[in-house]
Antibody, heavy 121, light 108 residues
């Protein structure tokens, strides 16, 4: 059974930084691309960033480009999202998601339960 | 930037058919995925590659795509199907991925 467990969400001040982690289990991690998706309170889903299975290629939304960095450690079966220069509009639940295959689709098949990031002074 | 447009809401009586549309210029050449999201829960994949159903998803969920319009169909809708539904696809470059605006389905 695929399990994705996000952690690292917190209350942070505007301009601050935060690193989210996603511990994966139940599948061969390095065989699958991974993605971060967020959802602001009461709003829809927003794709943030994706990374191929080997980690060699990444994709990011314009709204976070230059501020957020996706990465993965295949030896630890863990996905990361490094967030910097955070803004109030980054407040959201952040979901870790597993794609259908090695390359990025978009083909999200499985989701974690999410971790809440709140940006406020 | 690329957009996928959905109707804000769809209402249907129990046992009737609900159709949720997703409009995007790249859909003639790109697959659509559909997710169901119930209140307070993570999204759940209900349709992939336009018209394929993951294991465990009831057969009343189906999908189709024609031209710039992808459609999620719930045949014989049940009260348990009340949720928000989002389509998901990519622009023509294949490098930027987008969720639709979301549709709230009410079954009553």
């Amino acid at each position: 059974e695929v399990q994705l467990l996000e952690s690292g969400g917190d209350l942070v001040q505007p301009g601050g930084s935060l690193r989210l982690s996603c511990a994966a289990s139940g599948f061969t991690f390095n065989n699958y691309a991974m993605t971060w998706v967020r959802q602001a309170p009461g709003k829809g889903l927003e794709w943030i960033s994706s990374i191929t299975g080997g980690g060699g290629r990444t994709y990011s939304a314009d709204s976070v480009k230059g501020r957020f960095t996706i990465s993965r450690d295949n030896s630890r079966n863990t996905l990361f999202l490094q967030m910097s220069n955070l803004r109030a509009e980054d407040t959201a639940v952040y979901y870790c998601a597993k794609e259908k295959e090695l390359v990025v689709g978009p083909t999200i098949f499985d989701w974690g339960q999410g971790t809440l990031v709140t940006v406020s002074s | 930037s690329y957009e996928l447009t959905q109707p804000p809401s769809v209402s249907v009586s129990p046992g009737q058919t609900a159709r949720i549309t997703c409009s995007g210029d790249a859909l003639p050449k790109k697959y659509a995925y559909w997710y169901q999201q119930k209140s307070g829960q993570a999204p759940l994949l209900v349709i992939y590659d336009d018209d394929k159903r993951p294991s465990g998803i009831p057969t009343r969920f189906s999908g189709s795509s024609s031209g710039t319009l992808a459609t999620l169909i719930i045949s014989g809708a049940q009260v348990d199907d009340e949720a928000d539904y989002f389509c998901y696809s990519t622009d023509s470059s294949g490098n930027h991925f987008v969720f639709g605006t979301g549709t709230k389905v009410t079954v009553l």
